[in-house]
């Protein structure tokens, strides 16, 4: 009826439902006239196609409409059909696998330009933690040329100079992932993409391969300036501080 709901038993356990109680959705009162065993736990509802027009419309943003077709009917013909009697209304009509291709498609576009923008990021922490390391070289030049004096070689103050940025960089990474882990458990909340709902989860894998990143990044950010400190003469270094 137009005030009927089917649902299945992980709709009754999550809203503590029974058959023949009231469910409101979007604020619609609706009997649950029906309960199901829908596969893989799934809460599902169902409506009839007339209340579900009249109660979600075409304001409530993203919708899907499924049909399962007989195992003898042909799908390129129904979907001829449906296309015919649907696409002046403003509906599109796609076959499983093409939604499936074209959502797909859509993740992969979305990867690609969270991937750009991570890379953007990376360089410029890069470039931050050379510019970084050489204002300190700078600021150090005097100390370091007495140290190239007194017999340090410039591959261990270049060492001496990676453990420092390293140990910076990790409390920096530390504090940063015990920010993203505080908000990943407060939130607890989904994503939708696609009307489909994505997690943010903090796994150790991730926070291995960040780290390493980190790491990576800090290296590269002291063994660029660490060159052009290696090329000057230690005279030069000396005068330079003074």
């Not at 992980?10 to 009997?31: E, M, N, Q, R």
């Not at 797909?104 to 979305?110: E, P, Q, R, T, V």
């Not at 990021?121 to 050379?130: A, D, H, K, R």
Request: glycine share 8%; hydrophobic share 55%.
């Amino acid at each position: 009826g137009s005030r009927q709901a089917a649902a299945s038993r992980s709709v009754l356990a999550l809203t503590g439902k029974a058959l023949g109680d009231s469910l409101l959705i979007y604020g619609a009162p609706f009997t649950i006239s029906a309960v199901v065993d829908a596969p893989g736990d799934r809460a599902d509802l169902w409506l009839s196609l007339d209340a579900g027009q009249a109660l979600f419309g075409a304001g409530r943003g993203f919708q899907v409409g499924v049909l399962q077709l007989a195992s003898w009917m042909d799908p390129a013909a129904a979907q001829a059909l449906l296309e015919q009697a649907l696409e002046p209304q403003g509906y599109a009509v796609y076959q499983e696998r093409q939604f499936s291709a074209q959502f797909s498609l859509s993740l992969k576009d979305m990867l690609a330009a969270a991937n750009f923008f991570n890379l953007v990021s990376l360089l410029v922490i890069s470039f931050g933690v050379y510019n970084i390391t050489h204002l300190s070289l700078a600021e150090r030049s005097a100390e370091i040329g007495i140290l190239r004096t007194v017999g340090f070689s410039p591959a261990r103050v270049r060492d001496i100079l990676l453990l420092r940025t390293a140990l910076l960089a990790l409390l920096a990474f530390g504090l940063g992932w015990l920010a993203v882990f505080a908000y990943v458990s407060a939130t607890r909340q989904l994503l939708m993409v696609y009307n489909t709902p994505l997690h943010l989860e903090l796994t150790p894998l991730h926070t291995v391969y960040a780290l390493a990143l980190c790491l990576l990044f800090t290296a590269l950010g002291v063994w660029l300036p660490g060159l052009q400190q290696q090329r000057q003469a230690v005279a030069a270094m000396i005068q330079e501080g003074a």
